[in-house]
């Protein structure tokens, strides 16, 4: 497969990232979404902020990897029965619960990343697929997340003890700042050394091979960090929704965070939180559809491969000449 | 009946033969999804779609047109390789000199169209369709009973694939189409028709499906979503065989539908996994697949 090297990567931000900009639209989008709720149904807001830290933790793994999973489903689905089974079976406070929850979407990350990144490009892909298809027959069968139904009335309880999550505006601001502190992350490990050798490998990994970069640490690193925080995300929107359920385990909703970045730009920073918000309103306003928003989103998937490869963001930057 | 660690044997055969069965499904699918491979270098996300087409294909052809089984097996194969020469003539072509994921990511929105479409206009339930009188009934072999349709369907679908290695390793258009995986644009200086030879290729690849799919209706009944649960262990299924090699394809489909027959008899609970358990086993101890070379 050495004969096509020239083709173009899944990802080619060629503009240099000004942190000026990123620090200005970081701001709008902060502003944004502090005064959001004033103006739209507090509880779409948190769910699309879950989904929109689910899209960048996915983004960090294929759009400064370059590796594609079609398995992230079994973070996000693990983590939120973990966080839902603690809280409510164990009764810990909700920040316990949603910490545990995204440490243990990081383990499932260890022994699934260390599996996976054995092979590189399209098995990648089909290997986290099977993979999360694993996890999603165990997640039907084990006893802990009750099949079909689901973990269901999970309370919210109070965050530090003295935050009441029951209130929803201030569910909402909770959901914020966990967002905000996972794109920060987010952003820290892309800008980071460790982030440049990441970009490194995705753009020719035998040259950091031979540089003397153990790629495959650098890669189970990269893919234990995005499980985490989808694990975040994941813990955060059971409580959130009070429910976990198979929906978020299941393929399709891998399909849709891939969607959902692909569609606001991949590999651009803020890409995936535009895209996260366009999914769900798109899947809010059409539920009335029926299936016919499966086939939304398969066209919308055809239409952004062949002519909109870039994405919104993407677009909007190429426009400008800038890195977003 | 000779209980054999506690399991009646009839009921370890019917178990495996039901394995073979999907063993030969696991078979033809991953057959079609390594010739696309090869020559487009894509994995084909809607391969389980356009099974599930193929036996659509065969219902539509029975209740609307009366055209019985024998007749769907050849229309059928015929009807959704053209669809998929469509698919790669307006779609996958444009794909050319980017990065492969792309193909996958196309092909994903097209399995989201198809079965969305199916889904909408016939449900998730799935519709009957008879075995062909020709194969009613069965074989009584003594310690097992041998339904007639289901022999059929291991011995076609072992021919179909015995052919189709044949004519790639051993005709001489197998050798262009091997010669064009290697180096197309060589093969292209010799005056072959590449672009052809790959939108043919694609289109085959998609008619084994199909062909398939229409194997799988009188067993499975035709639902929309046939398909989408059953690629997914395709996927695996090609991991551990690697795409290397037709015949290992081949042999790994036959055989890890044996391994889940036998685990439906010992350990039901793991039927669902198994395959996934055995490609991490492989990954662990030769991640190149089983008959695939290291890239």
């Known amino acids: 497969m050495s004969v096509d090297s020239v083709s173009e990567t899944i990802t080619a931000p060629v503009e240099v990232a000004n942190p000026r900009d990123e620090q200005i639209v970081f701001l709008l989008m902060t502003l944004a979404l502090i005064v959001a709720p004033l103006f739209a149904y507090p509880f779409f807001l948190m769910q699309a902020l879950c989904f929109a830290l689910f899209a960048c933790a996915f983004n960090l793994l294929v759009g400064y990897v370059g590796l594609l999973s079609f398995g992230h489903a079994m973070f996000l689905g693990s983590a939120g029965y973990f966080s839902a089974h603690i809280a409510k079976v164990w009764g810990w406070p909700p920040e316990l619960a949603i910490i545990a929850a995204a440490i243990g979407a990081g383990v499932i990350g260890v022994v699934t990343g260390a599996l996976a990144i054995r092979r590189q490009g399209i098995y990648f892909s089909m290997i986290t697929l099977a993979l999360s298809q694993m996890i999603y027959f165990f997640c039907l069968q084990a006893p802990f997340t009750h099949g079909e139904d689901g973990i269901q009335a999970v309370p919210q309880g109070k965050m530090l003890g003295f935050i009441d999550l029951s209130h929803q505006m201030t569910l909402y601001y909770v959901v914020l700042a966990i967002f905000l502190f996972g794109f920060l992350a987010i952003h820290r490990i892309i800008n980071s050394p460790f982030g440049e050798i990441l970009k490194a490998i995705r753009e020719n990994e035998p040259r950091a091979i031979s540089l003397g970069y ?30 976990a359920s198979l929906t978020d385990v299941h393929w399709s909703m891998s399909g849709e965070v891939v969607l959902m970045t692909l569609v606001g730009g991949l590999g651009t920073v803020f890409g995936p939180v535009v895209g996260a918000f366009v999914i769900v309103a798109m899947q809010n306003y059409l539920a009335g559809f029926g299936q016919w928003v499966t086939v939304i989103q398969g066209v919308i998937f055809v239409a952004c491969v062949l002519a909109f490869r870039r994405g919104i963001v993407g677009e909007i930057a190429h426009m400008f000449k800038r890195s977003l | 009946m000779i209980p054999l660690l506690g399991i009646s044997t009839q009921a370890l055969f019917g178990q495996l033969l039901l394995g073979l069965i ?18 487009l270098n894509i994995i084909n996300f809607a391969h389980g779609a356009l099974y599930m087409v193929g036996a659509f294909c065969a219902y539509f052809l029975l209740n609307l047109l009366g055209l019985n089984y024998w007749f769907a097996l050849i229309i059928s194969p015929l009807v959704v390789g053209a669809l998929g020469m469509i698919i790669e003539r307006t779609m996958l072509q444009r794909l050319a000199g980017l990065d492969h994921l792309y193909g996958l990511l196309l092909t994903f929105g097209l399995a989201l169209i198809i079965q969305g479409v199916f889904q909408n206009y016939f449900g998730s339930s799935g519709l009957p369709y008879a075995i062909p009188r020709e194969l009613a009934g069965g074989t009584n072999l003594g310690f097992m009973f041998l339904p007639n349709y289901r022999s059929w369907v291991i011995i076609f679908s072992l021919i179909v694939c015995l052919a189709t290695w044949f004519m790639i390793e051993k005709t001489r258009l197998g050798a262009y189409l091997r010669a064009a995986t290697e180096n197309p644009a060589l093969v292209r200086a010799f005056g072959i028709n590449v672009p052809r030879m790959v939108t043919l290729t694609y289109g085959f690849g998609v008619a084994l499906a199909a062909l398939a799919g229409v194997l799988a209706a009188p067993i499975n009944q035709v639902r929309p979503l046939m398909g989408a649960d059953f690629i997914i262990v395709v996927f695996a299924v090609v991991v551990i065989g690697g795409m290397g090699s037709i015949l290992g394809s081949i042999v790994t489909g036959f055989l890890l539908g044996l391994i889940e027959g036998l685990t439906k008899v010992f350990y039901p609970e793991a039927s ?12 662990l101890v030769k991640p190149a697949g089983l008959f695939g070379r290291t890239a």
Request: proline residues 0%; aromatic residues 10%.
């Open chain 1, 214 to 243: 153990k790629t495959d640490r650098y890669k189970l690193a990269a893919f234990v960090l995005s499980a985490t925080l989808v694990g975040l995300a994941g813990a955060t929107k059971a409580i959130v929704a009070q429910n």
């Open chain 2, 22 to 39: 999907n063993g030969a499904f696991y078979a033809l699918l991953s057959l079609g999804l390594a010739v696309i491979f090869g020559m």
């Open chain 2, 272 to 283: 669902n996994t198994v395959v996934f358990v055995i490609m991490a086993i492989v990954l």
